[in-house]
């Protein structure tokens, strides 16, 4: 799905609009007419709204401010308040100012932590599916996969029943292994504790990214693994010159899906910890508190600005990756310089 | 060493961890089914088995006292030399020298044994308890709640594939300037943090007055989304274009073509997509959130389930009973149509 977006296309001119034949013409009109359920779509509920987001960043606006009420413009106001804003915590020199840590530093600090899981993590399991001694391989890659399905609360609940501190079967087996009871972890209630309890709470999603590097490794031409052994290769470096080249377009796409995901991470902990931030304002993810800047505390115009921040740090998160791939994702049938 | 005896232990080897690997990955599941047949009770005993267990009790004197596991020989009038084992009441505790009797021949009367009672077993017997089921049922109306979520889940549904078939058709089949860059504009908006649209989305909904309805969540299905769209293009595109040239020189319209010739083919995408949109909507938690946290009597499961946390926090069988009661759909529907599932995974992520 990604490479259609590392090669842009050129935009067409008009001119090569009116050069165009009757029939290609016809053609071109069928063509629009089935995709205007989706250009409507685009302009109603995502690039108007994204408009509208940025208008809203320079004004005062509430959402009980009534339909008729003009609103205030007040320019660069809610970017300047963000900047000195220590819980969004955009500004790193603001980040250890607030009481509670940053939202903006407690995300990126989570997503150091869950990245590695969320790419090393179904890589093992598909390089493990994908061993040619394992027998039921469509079995265990089923299995593997279906948790998948489970509504995301009920495995919240689910993960969250095994980590409870006190019922839950992890600390039992901790315990059954001889940690004593005063060292047992608190999990979700424990600062320290609280984002590896969201890494296991969120393992399940790893079926998806497994299933799809496995597909990766399947799709590797066995003659490459043949030649590479009468060269008398080790494992380590088939791997890393053969195995890791050929998957790296499916390990790019869940790096960026990846990312875009952790940075808009906020469910688990309104779920689990109800947004409150427990324990020690160390779950008041960035996203959080915009949307608690707005459903909350109902300010459009700041949570707009947030929204508007959000967007471009993703956009220019994925855009540098982008510009890395040529590096070291390799898509067949291009060369690679 | 024998290369078949090589491969055999290889084979047991890796088998062996992947089940290992399985059973921690899944042990939730059973986690869940154990909790759910418990009581608040059977919970919080200290050293219970993890299955939903109960030790038998036993009538004497009027009184309900508990049954251990005791080994016969420390009692008195017993051989000393048995090794045998013995369920019985415990009448006086003590921690050299308890008494006991014996349920099965309580004529006999009491006697000593010498034990300590506390470092005695319990013969724990299965007891699973049906009740937990019954209150979730009752308390979040389930048959309303499967039912919201079954309504929005097929409307949804019926517009998403609608509108994805189309707009996937157009894309697939007919070239116009700018196609390419706008089916990169349809890919990108994958990436898209739902954040940058939601205030001014919400916000609409809210001055339409539809805030607490189905429309903001059922609605922009109806406006095709880059994953399926990508999906049935990826298939379209399989499929041969010649049978298509000679319908329209037979003179058949674009819609025709769609008909009778495009969809006929497609079934297996078609099922990925209705699967796929199903377990979506049944598992939706962030729209219902959004939109019907204040419409109690339009819930949908995901989002009824989440209030779990609060109304049951001290009560795990119940918040795991809940749970069983939304989990059971998506998973079977998967088992049923898993080859549809991992196909249309596979097309997503690994194809270009």
């Given at each position: 799905m990604l490479e259609e977006l590392s090669n842009l296309p050129k935009l067409p001119s008009l001119g090569s609009i009116r050069k165009m034949s009757s029939i290609a013409r016809r053609e071109m009109k069928a063509g629009f007419l089935f995709i205007s359920p989706w250009i409507f779509g685009f302009l109603a509920f995502t690039f108007l709204p994204m408009i509208a987001t940025l208008i809203f960043s320079f004004l005062d606006l509430k959402i009980t401010d009534g339909i008729f009420s003009t609103p205030k413009f007040v320019g660069f106001d809610n970017y300047v308040q963000l900047l000195k804003d220590p819980q969004a915590g955009i500004n790193p020199a603001k980040w250890f100012e607030s009481k509670t840590p940053s939202s903006l530093l407690i995300t990126i600090k989570f997503a150091l932590f869950s990245l590695p899981v969320g790419i090393f993590a179904p890589l093992l399991l598909a390089l493990l599916m994908n061993n040619k001694n394992l027998r039921g391989q469509f079995i265990f890659r089923s299995l593997f996969y279906m948790p998948f399905v489970v509504p995301f609360v009920a495995s919240v609940f689910l993960w969250g029943g095994m980590l409870n501190p006190e019922s839950g079967w992890i600390n039992r087996f901790l315990e059954y292994a001889g940690v004593p009871n005063e060292s047992l972890p608190q999990w979700a209630n424990d600062v320290n504790w609280v984002y590896p309890t969201y890494v296991i709470m969120g393992i399940w999603g790893v079926g998806n990214a497994m299933l799809i590097m496995l597909a990766g490794l399947q799709g590797v031409p066995t003659e490459l693994y043949d030649a590479a052994k009468v060269d008398g290769a080790n494992p380590w470096s088939i791997f890393w010159n053969i195995t890791f080249p050929m998957i790296s377009p499916v390990i790019f796409y869940n790096l960026i899906l990846n990312i875009v995901g952790l940075f808009q991470y906020f469910l688990v902990p309104l779920v689990v910890n109800n947004g409150t931030g427990r324990p020690g304002g160390a779950t008041l993810f960035y996203n959080l508190y915009l949307y608690k800047t707005f459903f909350t505390f109902q300010d459009m115009a700041y949570g707009s600005t947030l929204a508007w921040f959000l967007f471009l740090v993703i956009l220019l998160v994925t855009v540098v990756l982008f510009s890395t791939a040529k590096y070291w994702v390799y898509y067949a049938g291009e060369a690679r310089s | 060493m024998n290369k078949n005896l090589r491969s055999g232990i290889s084979t047991?080897?890796?088998?062996?961890?992947?089940?290992?690997?399985?059973?921690?990955?899944?042990?939730?599941?059973?986690?869940?089914?154990?909790?759910?047949?418990?009581?608040?009770?059977?919970?919080?005993?200290?050293?219970?088995?993890?299955?939903?267990?109960?030790?038998?009790?036993?009538?004497?004197?009027?009184?309900?006292?508990?049954?251990?596991?005791?080994?016969?020989?420390?009692?008195?009038?017993?051989?000393?030399?048995?090794?045998?084992?013995?369920?019985?009441?415990?009448?006086?505790?003590?921690?050299?020298?308890?008494?006991?009797?014996?349920?099965?021949?309580?004529?006999?009367?009491?006697?000593?044994?010498?034990?300590?009672?506390?470092?005695?077993?319990?013969?724990?017997?299965?007891?699973?308890?049906?009740?937990?089921?019954?209150?979730?049922?009752?308390?979040?109306?389930?048959?309303?709640?499967?039912?919201?979520?079954?309504?929005?889940?097929?409307?949804?549904?019926?517009?998403?594939?609608?509108?994805?078939?189309?707009?996937?058709?157009?894309?697939?089949?007919?070239?116009?300037?700018?196609?390419?860059?706008?089916?990169?504009?349809?890919?990108?908006?994958?990436?898209?943090?739902?954040?940058?649209?939601?205030?001014?989305?919400?916000?609409?909904?809210?001055?339409?007055?539809?805030?607490?309805?189905?429309?903001?969540?059922?609605?922009?299905?109806?406006?095709?989304?880059?994953?399926?769209?990508?999906?049935?293009?990826?298939?379209?595109?399989?499929?041969?274009?010649?049978?298509?040239?000679?319908?329209?020189?037979?003179?058949?319209?674009?819609?025709?073509?769609?008909?009778?010739?495009?969809i006929p083919q497609s079934y297996p995408v078609i099922i990925a997509v209705v699967v796929f949109h199903i377990v979506f909507a049944w598992n939706d938690y962030f729209g219902p959130v959004i939109y019907l946290s204040g419409a109690k009597d339009k819930w949908p499961i995901s989002y009824a389930l989440s209030t779990f946390n609060g109304i049951y926090g001290q009560q795990p069988q119940l918040i795991q009973a809940g749970a069983l009661m939304a989990v059971l759909l998506p998973v079977i529907l998967f088992f049923v149509a898993q080859r549809f599932f991992i196909q249309g995974i596979v097309v997503t992520g690994v194809e270009k």
């Open positions: - | 047991f080897t890796i088998t062996f961890i992947v089940l290992a690997i399985l059973g921690v990955y899944l042990s939730p599941f059973a986690f869940m089914v154990f909790t759910s047949l418990k009581t608040r009770e059977q919970i919080s005993v200290v050293g219970a088995p993890i299955w939903p267990a109960a030790t038998p009790k036993f009538e004497y004197n009027g009184k309900q006292v508990d049954v251990f596991t005791v080994s016969v020989g420390k009692c008195a009038g017993f051989d000393p030399n048995s090794t045998a084992t013995k369920s019985l009441a415990l009448v006086a505790k003590g921690r050299q020298e308890s008494t006991f009797v014996d349920p099965k021949d309580p004529a006999k009367g009491e006697f000593t044994c010498q034990v300590s009672w506390r470092a005695l077993e319990r013969p724990w017997t299965l007891s699973p308890t049906w009740e937990n089921y019954t209150e979730v049922w009752n308390t979040i109306d389930y048959i309303q709640k499967v039912g919201n979520t079954l309504f929005y889940a097929v409307v949804s549904m019926i517009g998403t594939v609608i509108s994805c078939i189309l707009v996937a058709y157009g894309f697939a089949r007919f070239r116009f300037p700018g196609r390419d860059v706008l089916f990169i504009v349809l890919i990108a908006t994958l990436f898209l943090p739902a954040a940058v649209t939601i205030i001014p989305t919400y916000s609409f909904w809210q001055r339409l007055g539809l805030v607490g309805t189905w429309f903001p969540l059922i609605v922009p299905h109806f406006f095709a989304n880059a994953y399926n769209v990508f999906l049935f293009r990826q298939y379209f595109m399989t499929l041969p274009r010649e049978l298509d040239e000679s319908a329209m020189m037979d003179g058949a319209g674009p819609f025709r073509i769609l008909w009778s010739l495009i």
